[in-house]
């Protein structure tokens, strides 16, 4: 589907705080994905915790595949996962056509890099796990900056795929 310039014009960009609001409601429910997945890994590979570091990493490799297809899968159908939906926001390119396959991996693979500060704390600094959790909220809190001084509230991994996150009729 292709949009004309007063379509696009008229294209209301997300609010950085519904934006969170939308992820916060993701991460509750990718978090019954997660749980099923490792669950089925786990007992299918007749693994048990504490993981040694080969089976961890494969179960890891799997959660990242799994999260990343769904993203890419709803982002390249519709534009928009079930919180999207729910929150009324999709994801589109910038002339706002639906994503291709090798934009939604972009976007999901850049998205990261509101993790990887809190990520790279814990792991260089070996940090317990509150003080990690408190790193990894920090470098999320300043890494959604760049939203509040974009006139189109674009984070970056939005800027560095061309993307956008827009409000839509529910």
Not at 55 to 64: D, E, G, I, K, N
Not at 111 to 125: C, F, N, Q, S, T
Not at 127 to 135: E, M, R
Request: hydrophobic content about 55%; aromatic content about 10%.
């Amino acid at each position: 589907m292709h949009t004309t310039d007063s379509e696009r014009s008229s294209v209301v960009p997300a609010s950085l705080s519904l934006r969170v609001a939308a992820m916060v409601y993701e991460a509750v429910l990718l978090f019954g994905v997660i749980f099923a997945v490792s669950y089925t890994v786990l007992a299918s590979m007749n693994w048990a915790y504490p993981l040694p570091p080969i089976p961890r990493a494969v179960l890891q490799a799997t959660l990242f595949a799994i999260i990343g297809v769904y993203l890419a899968f709803c982002w390249t159908r519709t534009g928009q996962t079930l919180a999207s939906k729910a929150w009324g926001l999709k994801v589109t390119r910038h002339d706002g056509r639906l994503l291709t396959p090798s934009s939604a991996l972009a976007r999901y693979l850049l998205a990261w890099h509101l993790w990887l500060p809190g990520i790279a704390a814990g792991a260089v600094l070996k940090l317990p796990i509150i003080w990690t959790l408190c790193a990894l909220t920090v470098g999320f809190l300043l890494l959604l900056t760049p939203a509040i001084f974009d006139p189109k509230g674009r984070l970056l991994h939005d800027r560095w795929t061309g993307t956008r996150v827009i409000r839509v009729p529910a």
